[in-house]
């Protein structure tokens, strides 16, 4: 068994997507702890890259675009950024096809975790498990002790954004519509949020819209405010919203996961593309409806619901 104390070099690998990299934080905080002597590089794709320099349980980031493995320039750098850290002990958060080619071919000699190596991997870890029970398992499988994995604290990623709401005139209590997702998926859309914005606006709440780079004109066409910032939200800013919003309404992206993991009460729309259990949205102060065919689900049971889910949360604070 290894000593986790006599690390001194430890890699994680986290690749993506962005909804799986604000899961990971919990397991990332525990791995910390259990390997309090270690520097720890996380190895992740570009665009996630300051999320993770902003994580005070990491002290590198190195970064890996994924080239295909016929670009042996490529692969030969990234074996060669490996050898400069030197890591004694590799977690693999993403157990992905690459990483396993990874570790048989790029860092063959340090130990790793990663699920395959559990006993009766498939069946222990299929893949209709809430992504953070994988974690979890994996995690302890490897002989660490959890507190964080499945109960991830990311308060840190947010911004004070009290200048960006003064400036939109936004009141509080508001309500933000997170009604984007991956353009690679538009069946996990749900089509009415122009007219749940419509019904909120009519009850008397403040309703924001938080688009992304290539949502600007899908945020912009819904009542109420668009925030978009210096152009649209970076992370830390979009995390400061949410962080303030009375109540959530989202699909079942990125921006709904980080309202779960910091703990701002909600409602997910999930269609039949994902198992709302599967995605780990589910829990601590976000419920789901989900439904076969989100192009079915009313305008009227959406809002009904978020009223008496507010009603619920405002009677806790």
Known sequence: MIDFADIQRLLIIKHGAFGDVIQSFGAIEDIRENFENA?????????FKKIFERCSFVDQVMVDARYPHWRIDKLYALKQGFAEIAPEYVVDLQNSARTAFYRKYLLAKPEWSF??????????????????????????????????????????????VSGILQAENVNVPFVTLIPGCSAKHPKKRWPYYAELAEKLLDA????????????????????????TGAGFLNWFDLAGILQKSAFVVGNDTGPTHIAVNLDVPGLALFGPHASAHSTGILGRKMEVLEVDDLTALDVDTVFSKTIELMAVHSKEV
């Open 204 to 227: 008397g709440y403040d309703v924001v819209a938080v688009p992304g780079p290539d949502e600007i004109e899908l945020c912009t066409a819904l009542p109420g405010k668009t925030l």
């Open 115 to 160: 699920i395959a190596n559990a006993r009766n991997a498939k069946t222990k870890y299929p893949k209709c498990l809430p992504s953070l029970e994988r974690l979890a398992g994996q995690l302890a499988d490897s002989g660490l002790r959890l507190n964080k994995t499945k109960t991830p604290d990311i308060s840190w990623l947010a911004n004070d």
């Open 39 to 47: 520097h720890i590089t996380v190895l992740t794709e570009p665009g």
